[in-house]
């Protein structure tokens, strides 16, 4: 045993495995070999990267060194990249280990966040681990997914665990990880024990492949009526997922006695959202909807709906192939390109493989199907000259379907069957120093007395980056450091964090500081200072576009009306309403000031600022959640309305400085908080079933006080 891992006492780390296979078999599981022996290798203290194919079974590794921590008394943490798999592991967990021994903690809150496990978004840890770095009391860590390292947003949350845990383990769990000798080499150097690499190609249910020219609506009733159901539809956006569910409700999937059955699953379930009745209609049908357009009730419904076997059809996007418990038996891609965030381009190796390897179940199926739709022209255009039937003259006569001129990239069979033998590229690292990480992890010196500037370079230097990009996060650092002391939230003698801020006080979007900055030059005595105090707050986060998309076709809409009341010819009118953009209270004003900003900060980049006016609409028209669905038509992007109501509230309990904030100010963040609470505690309620049996009317001590402590922390 390496001298660094944990002594395990009187408890026998072999069995403890050998206790945990046994409860698997009598549950009907035979562990494969890869499971036993990373099981092994974790019994001998070591780190362990499982690179195994979907379906092979990491979870169960996971939930066996959660076992072996419970029964050890030390801590470990599941995570992973989105919250829809954090809530279903969470879950999952609660009715494995029970729920007292179980929390969650993501962004939108937390539940029974003290408890042994805990189940995170990797943002959440990331955050730990900054803040606490080797104080941290957390053994043992399962980072799922953990391909997400190379994510353009979302990477360095994974990365900076790897880097400031020097007394924890790593379960580090993917199925396209590709080259895994610098975890190896790194994870060793952080905690000074040994790395075991776990790796098999060998998938439990194996793939047959097929590139289809038919309608999407042909391939899937052909999938359905051939036994090949549940079948997992793959969009690349919420609209389009939504879209293929209501153009699929023409066509009978289920029998009368799969409908009533149900109907008889759903009957306790409110659909009392906008959204909730189309979205109820759907599944009446037996098709579900999968995505972050929904509230999550309704994601955790389809997911148990789908569970059960009661769904043939799942219209989702592509993040349901992140290790969401969705069991199905076939893939139907309906293209093979997808908006990166940057461009629109080819699917991945990674990115394909990743959703493909959900196809078939293990225990269900002996095989499952990744199916491939040719683009809809090409389909057209074939059925076009089937019509024709071989003649010239009417082969000549075809006027052929184009391709879309925008949004659209090439593919044929050929493409796909280059996707299928493909294998997943190196992961990138994508570390960066943020305002947020600055201050975290400079708070230690004031807390711990710790050389906080020193645990920043190292950092830096042991992340996973380029000589010459540490060199540049060197640089940026520095800068970063001198903005902070110039407004007094780094104070240098004595070096701490500002003691007039709040105790949660945090800059954790990338613009913070030019909240911070901008804040001073408002007029606190005058009567729009509470609403222009919300406006920077939402100037400084990320546009929720779905959301402007609608304010600015509710504008269009009233300005058509203007103008032709005004007698204003065609031509003219279309002119004017392309002038047409979402509100922007101040928008002059915050302009102005972020460009006099950016020019004093260089490290400010590409970074730029968005005005607009959704919580400070809702708030002066005093709109409900459901009422502002209603009057923007956003039924389909309910969960996307409800998490940027969740980061507008935390921006402003966290980054506006109390002196700053006034009465109507913090009557705001009760407002928001309310709201929020009211729109959706699923998640809450189920843990209450799990521990009490059913949901309490009012929430425990313990519950309400996590929540609580969520709201202003995460």
């Known amino acids: ?125 990331m955050n730990d681990a900054l803040r606490e770095g080797a104080r941290l009391d957390v053994t043992e860590v399962v980072m799922d997914e953990f391909h997400y390292f190379s994510d353009r947003e979302r990477g360095v949350a994974w990365q900076i665990p790897l880097l400031a845990l020097p007394r924890t383990r790593f379960l580090l769990m993917s199925a396209t990880l590709g080259d895994t000798a610098p975890f190896e080499e790194g994870l060793t150097r952080l905690n000074g024990r040994e790395t075991a690499v776990i790796k098999s190609m060998q998938r439990p249910v194996p793939l047959e492949a097929r590139y289809v020219e038919t309608t999407l609506q042909e391939t899937v009733t052909d999938l359905v009526r051939s036994g090949k159901a549940p079948v997992y539809i793959v969009n690349f956006s919420q609209a389009a997922a939504a879209g293929v569910a209501q153009d699929l409700m023409s066509v009978d999937f289920c029998t009368k006695e799969e409908k009533k059955t149900i109907g008889e699953f759903i009957a306790d379930t409110p659909f009392n959202s906008p959204y909730g009745r189309e979205l109820q209609r759907t599944i009446r049908h037996g098709i579900g909807i999968h995505h972050a357009g929904l509230l999550p009730r309704y994601r955790i419904l ?89 003649d010239p003259k009417k082969l000549r006569k075809i006027v052929r379907r184009k391709p879309p001129e925008k949004g659209y990239v090439h593919y044929g069979k050929e493409t796909f069957e280059k996707l299928m033998q493909s294998t997943p590229e190196p992961l990138q690292s994508r570390f960066r120093v943020t305002h947020g990480m600055l201050l975290q992890v400079l708070s230690r010196t004031e807390r711990y007395q710790e050389d906080s500037c020193q645990a920043m370079r190292q950092l830096v230097r042991d992340s996973y980056e380029s000589e010459v990009q540490k060199e540049r996060h060197r640089r940026e650092g520095w800068q970063l450091f001198r903005s902070l002391v110039d407004r007094d939230i780094i104070q240098l003698d004595p070096f701490r964090v500002n003691v007039n801020l709040q105790e949660d006080f945090s800059l954790f979007q990338a613009l913070s500081l030019y909240l911070i900055d901008t804040l001073k030059v408002l007029d606190p005595e005058s009567p729009e200072y509470p609403l222009d105090v919300l406006t920077l707050v939402e100037s400084v986060l990320e546009n929720p ?54 020019r004093r900060h260089p490290w400010v980049g590409q970074e730029n600022i968005r005005p607009k006016s959704i919580v400070r609409d809702m708030y002066e028209t005093f709109a409900s959640f459901s009422e502002y669905v209603r009057d923007l038509g956003l039924q389909r992007s309910e969960g996307l309305l409800l998490r940027y109501l969740s980061e507008t509230y935390r921006t402003l309990v966290q980054s506006v400085p109390a002196q700053h904030k006034n009465e109507e100010i913090e009557a705001i963040e009760v407002y928001l908080g309310s709201m929020i609470r009211g729109v959706d505690a699923s998640l809450l309620e189920e843990w209450e079933k799990l521990r009490y049996g059913a949901p309490v009317t009012t929430p425990t001590a313990q519950a309400a006080s996590d929540l609580n402590q969520a709201e202003r922390t995460l």
């Open 1 to 125: 045993m390496n001298p660094k891992a944990d002594a395990p006492g009187a408890i026998d780390p072999l069995d403890l495995v050998s206790d945990y296979i046994d409860k698997q078999k009598t549950r009907g599981f035979e562990l494969y070999a890869a499971q036993e022996e990373a099981l092994l290798e974790l019994a001998a203290g070591k780190n362990v990267i499982l690179n195994t194919p979907t379906g092979s079974g990491k979870s169960l590794v996971a939930a066996g060194l959660h076992e072996m921590a419970l029964r050890r008394g030390v801590r470990s943490v599941y995570t992973c990249p989105i919250k829809a798999l954090v809530n279903e592991k969470f879950l999952a967990l609660c009715q494995e280990f029970g729920a007292e021994n179980v929390g969650l903690a993501t962004g939108d809150g937390a539940v029974n966040s003290g408890a042994p496990i805990l189940c995170c978004t990797a943002e959440i840890l």
């Open 302 to 390: 389809v997911e148990r709906l789908a569970q059960k076997g009661l769904l043939k059809i799942i219209c989702g996007t592509d993040t349901l192939g992140v290790g969401v418990n969705v069991p199905i038996r076939t893939v139907l891609f309906t293209q093979l390109y997808k908006f990166d965030g940057e461009k629109t381009a080819l699917l991945t190796s990674r990115d394909f493989h990743q959703i493909a390897g959900r196809a078939g179940r293990r225990g269900f199926d002996d095989i499952g199907y990744v199916v491939a739709q040719a683009p809809e022209h090409v389909v057209e255009n074939l059925k076009l000259e089937a019509k024709a039937g071989g």
């Open 545 to 598: 576009e779905a959301i402007l998309r609608k304010q600015v076709d509710e504008l269009k809409t009233q300005r058509l009306a203007e103008l032709k009341e005004q007698g204003v010819e065609y031509e003219q009118r279309m002119e004017e309403l392309e002038k047409v953009e979402h509100p922007k209270p101040r928008g002059e004003f915050i302009y102005e000031t972020f460009n006099e900003f950016a």
